[in-house]
């Protein structure tokens, strides 16, 4: 992204919003990290775990329970591979489901930012997403683990800062490192 429309982009979403849920989906801090970029809201606080895994809690503001999290996950994919297949789908589920301790609510094929991804919904009891973005010819495979709530306000926090987890997902690009 260029740095005039960075800074536009920045102008735009600094304008005062009334409504608490635009304002959770304004994405403008970047992270750039593992082979890839997006943009997060500025009161989110991110960092690396290690070379393949980066935290982003989108809650700082909750100290006392768990709040909300994105974790990205960089994975091998196999080399030049330009699709998703079946066997892809299958352990994905595998590794949402837990040997069926998780149920999974729905999974689908879907585009993340344009890139062919794979949805996958659960509750354990609470509600969290994953989604797998194959990074066509490079490799990869992004594991992003979307999950809010606590067993006190059930899922009431995954629907709260889901407009703004996806909105973030959304700015996601990829590039060859």
């Not at 992003?144 to 959304?170: C, L, T, V, W």
């Amino acid at each position: 992204m260029k740095l005039g429309t960075l800074l536009a982009a920045n102008l735009l979403l600094s304008i005062l919003v009334t409504d608490p849920t635009s304002v959770l989906a304004q994405t403008r801090q970047l992270v750039s990290e593992m082979g890839m970029r997006l943009l997060i809201p500025p009161n989110w606080e991110w960092h690396r775990r290690d070379s393949t895994e980066l935290f982003i809690n989108c809650a700082p503001e909750i100290t006392n329970a768990f709040g909300c999290s994105l974790i990205i996950t960089a994975r091998m994919a196999t080399a030049g591979q330009t699709g998703i297949t079946d066997a892809d789908r299958q352990q994905w589920r595998s590794w949402q489901s837990a040997s069926g301790i998780r149920r999974i609510v729905s999974s689908r094929d879907i585009k993340l930012a344009g890139y062919p991804a794979y949805e996958i919904i659960s509750e354990d009891p609470l509600r969290t997403m994953r989604v797998f973005v194959l990074a066509p010819k490079t490799g990869r495979v992004y594991d992003i683990e979307f999950a809010a709530g606590s067993p006190a306000n059930k899922n009431r926090d995954y629907y709260r800062y889901k407009p703004a987890a996806d909105a973030a997902m959304q700015t996601l690009v990829i590039f060859a490192e």
